[in-house]
């Protein structure tokens, strides 16, 4: 009885031991664009994002990551550093709503309940969905189509977590996001009757940066403390 009963628990640790931690938090930081309007910048925030995060770390190496993030696009040719789009003198901007779900994985063990001052890089990826209003420039002004538009992508992103104080963990984080649209700024009209107001690469499509910090809460379940 004794050995069924260490083996019952042995399972049960086991099990338990991979319990599920939740975290939920913010995202606080910028947002920056690089298409066929405006400077071309990698990092370079300009507007405002912000949104909420979900992690379930299912491992110490890698999580489960669901979030949503509102921010501005915009971009202007005069802080361009190509003469062409100086001289053009194009501006735009849109709001947009980012959901994203993928998956992080860690460098180092990020095991939350090992007690102790812990810190790792992490990589980002999944895929995205921005909803955004659909534009297009007549006679170099931007003017709405009245129509919008989901734009999926793939998010890039490369961060740095750490647990700062008994369950918030710290993040600072910057993530690249592909989109398979070239819409965003308005250079690719939604409407086949726009086709006229096309302009820039039709080749390349669109990109936007977020840059950041992440502060999240941790619940859950902790690990079973075996018996000896």
């Known amino acids: 009885m004794r ?6 628990l042995s399972i049960l640790c086991i099990q338990l031991s991979s319990a599920q931690i ?30 909420g995060m979900y992690r379930w770390n299912r491992s110490k190496r890698h999580s489960y990551r669901a979030s949503i993030i509102f921010s501005e696009l915009e971009g202007i040719d005069t802080n361009s550093n190509d003469p062409r789009r100086i001289q053009r003198g194009y501006e735009f901007s849109t709001k947009i709503t980012e959901l994203s779900l993928g998956m992080e994985l860690t460098f180092i063990d ?48 490369l961060g740095f977590k750490t647990n700062v104080l008994e369950n918030f963990i710290l993040g600072l984080e910057v993530g690249a996001r592909y989109t398979f649209s070239d819409e965003l700024d308005g250079s690719m009209p939604d409407s086949g009757s726009l086709e006229q107001f096309r302009f820039g690469n039709i080749n390349n499509n669109d990109w936007y940066m977020f840059t950041g910090i992440t502060l999240t809460y941790t619940f859950g379940e902790n690990p079973c403390y075996c018996i000896d």
Request: aromatic share 14%; net charge negative.
């Open 3 to 8: 050995h069924l009963t260490i083996l019952i």
């Open 110 to 157: 990020f095991n939350l309940h090992s007690g102790k001052k812990l810190g790792t890089p992490y990589l980002f990826s999944g895929i995205t969905m921005a909803y955004h209003d659909n534009s297009f420039f007549r006679s170099g002004i931007q003017t709405s189509e009245d129509t919008s538009s989901w734009a999926f992508g793939i998010p890039m992103a």
């Open 22 to 51: 939740n975290e939920i938090g913010v995202f606080l930081g910028g947002s920056n664009f690089i298409g066929d309007v405006g400077a071309t910048d990698y990092i370079s925030p300009n507007q405002l994002a912000i949104g």
